[in-house]
């Protein structure tokens, strides 16, 4: 079994790109997931499909044939050639895909390096396919220690700190071109957590925020647990408020764009419209007075945010590595645990069977059953001390693998799959 992961983010993809290879929903998920699984050479997969990335990461017996088969299935679903995504997509594999999963779990392969909506991100996909039966064991181990990683990172550094998402993004920037925020009206349009988050944001900029949705009951529900006022409008009203508003942040999970040029008027006053979603809400338009940045355009914050957050990043990349290497160590000694409990419990068989033998044939008395058993086992144990201490040592090893089925081999030992149960889980089952 090897860990194949192919992924698409804003650092090897463009926008326009993202968008045609981005999955929307559930349901698109879903059937993504069942398509690559039908591949006899992969037997397990996971989706995380965000504003500025897809990941797409297997268990497989066969990295060549998965990784074509990926790519044909993507290039179908997205419509784009196929030696064109196979030239953008960073493609890893075993202790490289490992890597790269605790990298994006601890947000160190985020746009906005430290952003803490990744790690939930990230849960939200495993939980959906292990809910769905697309991933079991194999992944359950790679993403139990990625939550693990994660946690450290954010623990032992600051990077969790200050702002550190894309919603956080767009509202610095809208900050630093009105300056003056007082009084000033920020329109956001979508009831989804990217759109609670920069809510959030616009109130501590000190914005005056109204909120619109096609939900108009979710988003009535939202606005009752914030400590603030936001004004919820109609979604009837959408082009009304953009025609009104100075500052316009959109994060809707919409498919194709809701906002288009038939609904911008021209305005005297500089109108400000923050696009955070992919695809995107907006579609291309040319109005004076209208500025419009895409995720791709907050780069200059962001870059600014990696000066002062480098420390801190060489910091988590150091224990992504050391995390990364206790993965694999750990491993390793799932395989050998279950080869030594079948050695002992092999040695147990044949003590009980010799010794109801010997009982049968007259040659001990059953009332000394108990005390020969105890000497055998101990007999066992003492023999089988120096070995299995050899195989735990092994395990850390290259030639594991070779000397544990040489071992299970010579005694006849059954290769039986331990199992592991995640506790980031658990959620889909409360």
Known sequence: MSYLSISFTHKNTDLQTREKIAFSNESSVETFLKTIQSDNSIDEVVLLSTCNRVEIMTTTTNIKQSKEKIFQILAKYSGLDYE???????????????????????????????????????????????????????????????????????????????????????????????????????????AGEMSELTMKHLNKAGFDIILTSRDIKKAKMLVETFDFDVQVEPYENLEKLLNEIPVMITATSAPYPIIKESMVKNCSFNRYWFDIAVPRDIEEIDSPNLKIYAVDDLQDIVNSNMTLRAEQAKKAYMIVLKESEEFFKWLKSLEVEPVVKHLYVKGDDVIQKKLQNAIKKGFIKSEDEENIKKLCQTVLNEFLHEPTTRLKKISKDVECDLVLGTVQSVFGLEDKSNTLKCDHAIKFNN
């Open 84 to 190: 064109n995504l196979l030239e953008r997509a960073d493609i890893y594999d075993n202790s490289g895909a490992i890597h790269h999963l605790f990298s994006v779990a601890s947000a160190l392969d985020s746009l906005v390096v430290g952003e803490t909506q990744i790690v939930g991100q990230l849960k939200d996909a495993f939980r959906l396919a292990l809910s769905k039966g697309y991933c079991g064991k194999e992944i359950s181990k790679a993403m139990n220690y990625a939550f693990k990683c994660a946690a450290n990172v954010r623990n032992e550094t600051t990077l969790g700190t200050g702002s550190v998402s894309v919603a956080s993004t767009a509202v610095v920037k809208a900050k630093d071109i009105i300056q003056n925020t007082n009084g000033v009206k920020a329109l956001v349009i979508g």
